[in-house]
């Protein structure tokens, strides 16, 4: 079954850190580029992050010098680290695995998970 779930949300201060998981289950993650996307309150979902099989990043303009994707495939796993938090990283943060182009919303190789909530306040 594929499945994933993200954890590590929460509220934090202007100018804090947050640390994302996602766990994967029913793909093979090694092989797999995963992402990073989040939805702010009445948008649309957009990229955040990405990194390839091969292990290479890519950030979204917004968040680029604040945030860092990493992975773990031993556990089937991909982090967002994030910091300097602003007001305008308030959203649900998901992970999902993206089929063909990496930096933008397209396809994914999964249904998306519950996400998990942060919010930034001053």
């Known amino acids: 079954q594929v499945q994933l779930v993200e954890s590590g949300g929460g509220s934090v201060q202007v100018g804090g850190s947050r640390r994302l998981s996602c766990v994967a289950s029913?793909?093979?993650?090694?092989?797999?580029?995963m992402g990073w996307y989040r939805r702010a309150p009445g948008q649309e979902r957009e990229f955040v992050a990405v990194i390839t099989a091969e292990g290479r990043a890519y950030l979204a303009d917004s968040v680029t010098g604040r945030f860092t994707i990493s992975k773990d495939n031993a556990k089937n796993a991909v982090y967002l680290e994030m910091n300097s938090l602003k007001p305008e990283d308030t959203a649900t943060y998901y992970c999902?695995?993206?089929?063909?182009?990496?930096?933008?919303?397209?396809?994914?190789?999964?249904?998306w998970g519950q996400g998990t909530q942060v919010t930034v306040s001053s």
């Open positions: 999902n695995a993206p089929i063909g182009a990496l930096k933008r919303m397209g396809r994914f190789v999964c249904p």
């Open positions: 029913g793909i093979t993650f090694s092989e797999r580029a």
